[in-house]
C-alpha cells in the first residue's frame, strides 16, 4: 500500500512543466491519474440560449473532452492512463484517498473562488485522514500571493506598478516525467474513456463547432507555430492586427490552451525570451507578446487579492454605476440581434467558434456596455463566461471591469484605446468579412452607425 499517489487534473491538462505532475511521480509506486466530470458544468441545458450546459456553452465542452482524449493518450505514452469518473469532485475525491489507500495527492493551485473554497474542503479532509497534500502554483507565470508581498501587501492596481516588482520567473520544468507509474486495483470505482458529445447527452447539434481542437499536443504545436516567424513575434504590438482574418488570426489563439493549461505560460514566456534575446529590437510590454502574457498574470494578481473582483457591489475597486436591468437589449447583443453588423457578426462568432480577437470582444463589451445600450458589465461578463472556450475568471472579470469602465479606466466616456479599436474594424471592413463568414443575415445598419454608434453625430 505503500507509495500511491493521486494526481488530480482539472486545470493543467499537461504533462509538461506540471510541478504537481512530478511531485505525484516523487518515490511513488502507484500514480492516479484522475479527472472528474462534473454534471454541474456539463449537464445539457434544453432552455439555455444555446446549446451547451446551462455554464458552459457547447464549444468549451467540446474542447475539454478534446484536451482529455490527448490526457489520456499522452498518458498511455509514459506507462500511465487517465481515469475519468462522473459525479461532484467534493464527494468523489476524498472517497477514492480511502478506496485506494493514497499517501499523497497533488493537484493545480487554483486562485478562482468557486475552486478555492472546493480545494479548501477536499485539503482539509486529506490532512485529517493523513494524506499529504501538495498543491504548487503553475496555471500561472508568478505566485499572486509573492507579488501582494513584493508590493508591501498591496494589491497593484496599475499594470506599471505590477510590472515593477516582477522579479525574474523560474525556469519550466521541461517534458515531464518519462515513466508515470501505473496505478493498480481500481476496478471496484466506475471509470469512463473519455465521452463524446453525444454521450453527455447532446444530441442533433448541427452548429458550426470552434475550429480549435483541444489538447497539450494541439497546443504546443500551435506554441511552435506561434513563434516560428521570429519577425511576426518581435514585431507584435496591440492592438494592431485584424480582427477578420479567419484563415491564419492575428493572434496566437493560444488563449484556450492557456486556460485549460494545455500550454504552460511559463514554458510560453521563457520561449518568448529566448526569441527576443535572438533579434535584433522587439516591441515591449504592454503591447508586446510578453505584455499580453503579462496583463494575463497582472489580472489573476488583482483577482486573487481584490474581494469581490467579479461584482459591482462590495468591490472596493468597481464603480458604482446605476446599469439597466433590460433582458431583451441583453438578448438583442448576445443574439447578434442589434442591428449593427460589426457587432452582431462579432457576437455570432462567439457562439459558432467560441473565440474573438480581441478587438472584437473590446467593441461589443464597449456596445453593450457604456455604448449604446448601458448594461451591466454583470451580463456581458455572464454571457462571455458561458460561451467562450478561453472563459478564464480572472481574465474576463478584469476585462469587463476595464471595458465598462468601472475599474482601471478613470472615465465613463470611451477612451481613446476604444476609438482605435473601432477604428481599426472599420479600416478592416470587419463587419463585410464577419458577416460573409458567419453567413450573418442582419438589416444593414448605415455604415457610420456600425462604428460610431456612441458618438454623437
Ligand atoms: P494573444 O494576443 O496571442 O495573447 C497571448 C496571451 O496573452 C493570450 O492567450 C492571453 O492568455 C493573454 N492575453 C492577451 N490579451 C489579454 C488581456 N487583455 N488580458 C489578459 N490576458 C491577455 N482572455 C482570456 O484568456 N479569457 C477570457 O475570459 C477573456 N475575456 C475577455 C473579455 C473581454 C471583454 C475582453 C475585451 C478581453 C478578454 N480576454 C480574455 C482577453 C483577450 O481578448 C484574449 O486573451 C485574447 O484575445 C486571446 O487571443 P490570443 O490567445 O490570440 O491572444
Known amino acids: 500500500m505503500e507509495g500511491r499517489a493521486l494526481m488530480w487534473f482539472r486545470k493543467g491538462l499537461r504533462l509538461h512543466d506540471n510541478p504537481a505532475l512530478e511531485h505525484a511521480c516523487e518515490g511513488a509506486k502507484n500514480v492516479y491519474a484522475v479527472f472528474v466530470l462534473d454534471p454541474w458544468f456539463l449537464a445539457p441545458d434544453p432552455c439555455a440560449p444555446s446549446p451547451g450546459s446551462a455554464r458552459v456553452g457547447i464549444n468549451r465542452i467540446q474542447f475539454l473532452l478534446g484536451c482529455l482524449k490527448d490526457l489520456d493518450l499522452r498518458l498511455k505514452s509514459r506507462g500511465n492512463q487517465l481515469l475519468l469518473l462522473h459525479g461532484n469532485p467534493v464527494e468523489i475525491i476524498p472517497g477514492l484517498l480511502h478506496k485506494w489507500s493514497i499517501k499523497k495527492l497533488c493537484f493545480e493551485y487554483d486562485t478562482e473562488p468557486y475552486s478555492l473554497q472546493r480545494d479548501n474542503f477536499i485539503k482539509e479532509h486529506a490532512t485529517e485522514t493523513g494524506v499529504e497534500v501538495c498543491s504548487p502554483v503553475s496555471h500561472t507565470i508568478y505566485n499572486p500571493e509573492d507579488i501582494i508581498a513584493k508590493n ?9 506598478s ?3 516588482v516582477l522579479g525574474k520567473p523560474s525556469n519550466p520544468l521541461g517534458d515531464g516525467p518519462s515513466h508515470i507509474p501505473p496505478p493498480i486495483d481500481y476496478e471496484g470505482v466506475n471509470v469512463l474513456s473519455v465521452p463524446c458529445l453525444e454521450d453527455l447527452g447532446y444530441k442533433n447539434l448541427n452548429e458550426e ?3 480549435f481542437p483541444g489538447g497539450e499536443t494541439e497546443g504546443l504545436k500551435r506554441l511552435e507555430e506561434s513563434l516560428k516567424d521570429k519577425n511576426w513575434v518581435s514585431e507584435f504590438e496591440k492592438p494592431k492586427g485584424d480582427p477578420t482574418a479567419f484563415m491564419k488570426p492575428a493572434t496566437t489563439v493560444l488563449s484556450p490552451y ?4 494545455c500550454v504552460s505560460s511559463r514554458l510560453f514566456y521563457s520561449r518568448l525570451k ?9 516591441t515591449k510590454p504592454p503591447v508586446s507578446l510578453e505584455g499580453q502574457l503579462l496583463w494575463r498574470e497582472f489580472f489573476y494578481t488583482v483577482g486573487y487579492g481584490t474581494p469581490n473582483f ?6 472596493p475597486i468597481c464603480k458604482q454605476i446605476p446599469w439597466k436591468d433590460d433582458e431583451d437589449l441583453l438578448a438583442a447583443w448576445r443574439d447578434g440581434h442589434t442591428g449593427y453588423p460589426w457587432i452582431d457578426a462579432a457576437m455570432v462568432q462567439l457562439r459558432k467558434w467560441g473565440w474573438m480577437h ?12 457604456r455604448g449604446d445600450m448601458f448594461v451591466h458589465w454583470e451580463k456581458g461578463r455572464d454571457v462571455f463566461d458561458r460561451l467562450l472556450i478561453d472563459d478564464d475568471w480572472s481574465i474576463n472579470n478584469g476585462n469587463w471591469l476595464w471595458l465598462s469602465a468601472s475599474a482601471f479606466f478613470a472615465q465613463v466616456r470611451p477612451p481613446l484605446g476604444n476609438q482605435e479599436a473601432l477604428l481599426v474594424a472599420k479600416s478592416f471592413r470587419a463587419d463585410i468579412a464577419l458577416k460573409s463568414r458567419f453567413g450573418l443575415s442582419c438589416a444593414v445598419s ?3 452607425f456600425a462604428y460610431y454608434f456612441w458618438t454623437e453625430i
Open 274 to 282: 529566448v526569441l527576443y534575446s535572438q533579434v535584433k529590437s522587439y
Open 446 to 448: 448605415p455604415n457610420i
Open 209 to 211: 463547432f470552434s475550429p
Open 310 to 315: 467579479d461584482r459591482m457591489v462590495g468591490s
Open 152 to 160: 508591501g501587501g498591496m494589491v497593484p492596481l496599475t499594470y506599471q
Open 358 to 369: 480581441h478587438l472584437a470582444r473590446h467593441a461589443v463589451a464597449c456596445f453593450l456596455t
Open 162 to 164: 505590477f510590472c515593477r
Open 258 to 261: 492557456l486556460k485549460f493549461g
